[in-house]
């Protein structure tokens, strides 16, 4: 109703003509992709089509000024920031972000900053949740007992066995994420190897080319941690591996300094003063979460009145399931947006 009637149109106008405090909408996107009868990856994963994704750009082109890192770190430091700010963001590198969300975004005329996490790139290693994804769409038995970390059933065609699968990695402390995933290949009968995964790894995830060609496009790289760890199951050594190395290795890559971060899982970390203190220590000047609303930035002498806490920016979640109306309501209206429930 609010589309049809053209009311979101009169907000985004208004928020224009409003002074302060900036509402920044920031977007997180994953993959571009259309829907395949028998995918055997995680279907889930594609926040869009190529035709959703380019009409979403063109509404954010038409309505808002597209901003990078560079005006978001001025900003939090007292700058003011341009009327209506949006950001485009992508977590985890895969191949679609070079190959068809690049193009529409040259396009539209729309900059966008890509967080990736450094070992599935240069090790070419399969995301986590997508090799969880290929054994239970090619697994050879119908249910079968893990033992590790603990044991537990699981029904490979069950509803919502993916996401207690994954839920074992982002919830268990000190996880070895390895072992655990060769146990579920060998508790399904599915044949694993490095060779295997880097086949399946190159025809989903990025390379260092391809991430050089986002940085000549304009665009921003930046940071999704080492091997998509949730920061807060590890234990100092690994923290400071997945945060310091990830950001030494794009800028050795790169050439570039790198200044911000994604949280993987997106989880926020504002009330966890060790994971602050490492995400500072390792360099970084600005941290983000997800599906945890939009972030208001007041420029300065305001800002230190009602400062923005720079390792909490929040980011608003997409998902094939967003009409073209919610998509720009949740742009427009943040409270009208998914919050995640494991933001805290």
Not at 44 to 59: C, K, L, S, W
Not at 226 to 233: A, D, E, I, S
Not at 319 to 333: I, W
């Amino acid at each position: 109703m609010l589309h049809r009637s053209g009311a979101l149109k009169v907000i985004m106008h208004a928020r224009k003509l409003a002074p302060v405090p900036s509402t920044i909408s920031i977007l997180t996107y994953h993959h571009i992709a259309e829907d395949e009868p028998g995918y055997a990856f995680d279907a889930g994963v594609a926040d869009a089509t190529p035709a959703q994704f380019r009409r979403q750009m063109e509404m954010l082109a038409r309505h808002g000024t597209p901003i990078g890192i560079d005006e978001l770190i001025r900003a939090l430091d007292g700058a003011p920031l341009p009327k209506n700010p949006v950001m485009v963001t992508f977590d985890d590198g895969y191949r679609s972000c070079h190959d068809v969300a690049l193009p529409i975004l040259r396009a539209v005329g729309m900059r966008a900053t890509f967080f990736v996490p450094t070992r599935f790139i240069s090790e070419r290693r399969l995301y986590w949740w997508e090799r969880i994804a290929y054994v239970l769409s090619q697994g050879r038995r119908a249910s079968a007992t893990l033992t590790y970390p603990a044991p537990i059933e699981i029904v490979r065609e069950e509803p919502g066995t993916h996401h207690k699968l994954t839920d074992i990695i982002k919830d268990t402390p000190g996880l070895d994420i390895d072992r655990f995933l060769d146990g579920l290949c060998e508790a399904f009968g599915i044949e694993w190897s490095r060779e295997i995964e880097a086949q399946h790894a190159d025809g989903l995830v990025m390379t260092w080319d391809h991430l050089r060609a986002l940085t000549r496009a304009g665009m921003d790289v930046e940071s999704h941690t080492r091997g998509h760890r949730v920061l807060q199951t590890l234990d100092d050594d690994a923290l400071r591996d997945e945060l310091a190395g990830s950001k030494q290795e794009l800028e050795s890559q790169l050439g570039r300094p790198i200044r911000a971060i994604a949280y993987p899982v997106g989880r926020r970390i504002a009330r966890l003063a060790k994971i602050r203190a490492a995400v500072e220590a390792a360099g970084y000047q600005v941290g983000l979460s997800n599906s945890s609303g939009a972030t208001r930035i007041w420029p300065a002498p305001m800002s230190g009145m009602w400062p923005t806490d720079r390792f909490d920016v929040c980011r608003l979640s997409t998902d094939k399931a967003l009409s073209d109306a919610m998509y720009l309501a949740q742009v427009a209206v943040p409270r009208l947006a998914y919050i995640g429930r494991h933001n805290d």
